[in-house]
């Protein structure tokens, strides 16, 4: 079957740095993305990886690894606004995404 | 500047109860999506749509219909609600296959008593 997992929560220090794991198993795979959403929100692009390596956007970058099924989001100088639900997704091979059940992390003072 | 906009934003039901969610979106998106989101769970496709007039069965269909007369609009209707249809259903569009970039309305959170 097809699977995502994902840290259930985390926490994390106001300036620190997180990084927020990802494993999956899909029948192919055509990418794989992070969200972020806060509390009662919607769900708002972060990244998308296809190819391994490193992707970076200002304090936030993306990871991935094909080979392994393996990703994670890397954010840098942690804000209080950081505090959200961070949603991991990969694309099939039938281009159908398949969500985690997403990490909250709470970043403290 | 809307994006995807949802309605109604709140609902309550009673078990049995028929209603319809309303998504629009102004972005020119031929892919449109519904979803529901529960606690502990990835948000789970229950139907889409890759153009106007056309509409496909996701991972969760059962007991919800959908209709995409407009290419801007995409309806998402429960024709006798059960208790556990009780969630956020969220709405969604793209432009196209390969790049996925999802668009995200605000939810609807249904509550069926």
């Known amino acids: 079957g097809q699977n995502i997992d994902q840290p259930t929560e985390m926490t994390a220090t106001e300036g620190a740095i997180v990084q927020i794991n990802c494993t999956y198993q899909?029948?192919?795979?055509?990418?794989l993305f992070w969200y972020q959403q806060h509390a009662g929100e919607a769900p708002t692009f972060l990244s998308y990886?296809?190819l391994d390596g490193l992707e970076e956007k200002g304090r936030f970058s993306s990871f991935l690894s094909r080979s392994k099924g393996y990703s994670y989001l890397l954010l840098k100088e942690l804000q209080m606004k950081d505090s959200a639900s961070y949603l991991c997704a990969a694309l099939d091979s039938n281009y159908q995404l398949i969500w985690g059940a997403g990490t909250k992390l709470i970043i403290k003072p | 500047n809307a994006g995807v906009t949802q309605t109604p934003k709140f609902r309550v039901l009673k078990t049995g109860q028929s209603m319809t969610l309303l998504c629009a979106q102004d972005?020119?998106?031929?892919?449109m999506y519904w979803y529901r989101q529960d606690p502990g769970m990835g948000l789970r496709l229950i139907h889409y749509s890759v153009g106007e007039g056309t509409t496909a069965k996701g991972e969760v269909p059962d007991g919800y219909n959908v209709s995409r007369l407009k290419k801007q609009n995409f309806l998402l209707g429960l024709e006798s609600a059960a208790p556990s249809q009780t969630s956020v259903y969220f709405c969604?569009?793209?432009?196209?296959?390969?790049?996925?970039?999802?668009?995200f309305g605000e939810g609807s959170r249904l509550t069926v008593l």
């Open positions: 899909t029948s192919g795979f055509n990418g």
């Open positions: 990886n296809v």
């Open positions: 969604a569009s793209s432009s196209g296959e390969e790049f996925v970039e999802l668009f």
């Open positions: 972005m020119n998106h031929e892919y």
